[in-house]
């Protein structure tokens, strides 16, 4: 692949570098960008190395390091010569930060997005509560039924825990909160 | 001055040996039930767990190396170190035994790893409050996971009911070591790095408490708590382990693919 190196003297705006990241797509969900995900935490110049900061999903996540290796290739592809990937841990990632155009990207894929604000508190009253039939409802992303069932509470992927419709029938995905 | 900064540096590497070794040896435990659980989602959900469990680990015993100061990564200390050099807890090291002597072992340790890992979140020591911040959403979700699982289970039927509550009379034992402080957790504590151990007891309590009642499951009457993990004295299982978990290292050190 004949990678154009950039001029020596032309400078590219950060606005820039962002709208290339946004072409990178997640590998496990490859219909929503890494900067959708929010995991591109920061884009900035250190003199005239780039550094960019980005931050895992979940600590073992076996796609952050082909993350990390899509996002190299792309920015080399368009001539980025000095570049740095920084690892930040503070504030952890959260599904908060999934942009809001991508959630209806990932409905649409058959992954039902996060519900803000129902993550894991790991406390018993959280869990009695849910027990007591406030239990969490995840829409199918299918045929839109609220009829669903969690299967398990981890799936396909770290970030995603396993339910099924009952109206259709089918399997599907849910991107847990974190 | 010199002396007493060289003495934390070294107790914090131990400290961090303890977290890392602690959460690598149980992430390698629930690992080997890959491709062998009852069924396939408690399958996918034991990898699941395992993974966010070696991910933690490589975020503790990088810290350990860095803190460390000899060049030793992440994967150096996991594989090239003896079993006398491991500082995990007892409870992890256990072996599988069934499908619910896993999930009691790893309810037991999720009950402490979770509140052990909030109180870290406020440590001094920054490095060790963000690992902590992110290592516990995903022990939050182990939580649910094995809490639930030991009640359906311990509260099943007469056969499920039976197993649950023989891991509780085997994995008892081991439980008390999480919440016993020697001086290196003392200086850690001390320094406001780490809670001090004891004072996790009373969430512990609580939590095992009230799942077990749940799960009709009792511990049992004996008080003898075994303990040595934590200082290097290991039970015969984890020299097993390691045997195969570092065989491909000893074997072809340096080994890349």
């Known amino acids: 692949m004949a990678a154009t190196r950039l001029p020596r003297r032309q400078m590219v705006s950060e606005a820039q570098i962002w709208e290339w990241l946004a072409e990178v797509p997640d590998p496990e969900i490859p219909v929503i960008s890494v900067t959708e995900l929010g995991i591109v935490r920061d884009v900035a110049f250190d003199g005239p190395e780039l550094v960019v900061t980005v931050t895992p999903t979940y600590s073992g996540c076996p796609a952050t390091s082909v993350i990390n290796f899509e996002i190299e290739k792309k920015l080399r592809e368009k001539g980025v010569g000095k570049l740095r990937l920084e690892r930040r841990l503070d504030p952890p990632w959260t599904t908060d930060w999934i942009a809001p155009e991508a959630r209806e990207k990932l409905r649409a894929y058959g992954i039902a997005p996060p519900i803000d604000g129902t993550r894991a508190e790991g406390v018993v009253a959280g869990r009695i509560k849910r027990l007591n039939g406030a239990a969490l409802v995840v829409p199918c992303p299918r045929c839109g039924s609220e009829n669903t069932q969690k299967v398990s509470q981890f799936g396909s992927t770290p970030c995603k825990a396993a339910y099924q419709c009952r109206d259709c029938l089918e399997p599907f995905d849910y991107f847990k909160c974190i | ?257």
């Open chain 2, 1 to 257: 001055m010199a002396l007493a900064a060289l003495d934390l540096d070294q107790a914090l590497f131990e400290g961090l040996c303890r977290l890392g070794d602690s959460t690598l040896v149980l992430g390698h435990r629930v690992s080997e039930w890959c491709g062998h659980a009852p069924v396939l989602e408690e399958d996918i959900a034991l990898a699941n767990v395992a993974l966010d469990l070696i991910g933690q680990t490589q975020m503790w015993l990088g810290l350990a190396g860095e803190v460390e100061g000899k060049g030793r990564d992440a994967d150096t200390l996991a594989f090239r170190r003896d079993v006398w050099d491991f500082r995990n807890l007892l409870l992890v090291e256990r072996p599988n035994g069934d499908f619910g002597h896993t999930l009691m072992r790893q309810f037991l340790f999720d009950a402490w790893h979770q509140p052990m890992l909030k109180a870290l979140e406020g440590s001094g020591d920054a490095r060790i409050a963000e690992i902590a911040a992110k290592a516990g959403k995903e022990v939050a979700y182990h939580l649910e996971r094995s809490a639930d699982l030991v009640i359906r289970l311990g509260d099943g039927t007469t056969e499920s009911h039976q197993r649950m509550q023989t891991a509780l009379d085997k994995l008892w034992p081991y439980t008390g070591e999480m919440m016993m402080a020697d001086a290196t957790d003392q200086a850690l504590a001390g320094a406001g790095i780490i809670a001090a151990p004891d004072s996790l007891r009373p969430a512990w309590d609580a939590l095992v408490g009230e799942v077990l009642t749940e799960a009709t499951l009792k511990p049992p009457e004996g008080r003898y708590m075994h303990k040595g993990g934590k200082q290097g004295t290991h039970s015969e299982h984890l020299g097993h382990m390691l045997t195969e978990m570092q065989w491909l290292q000893r074997a072809y050190p340096d080994a890349k693919w």
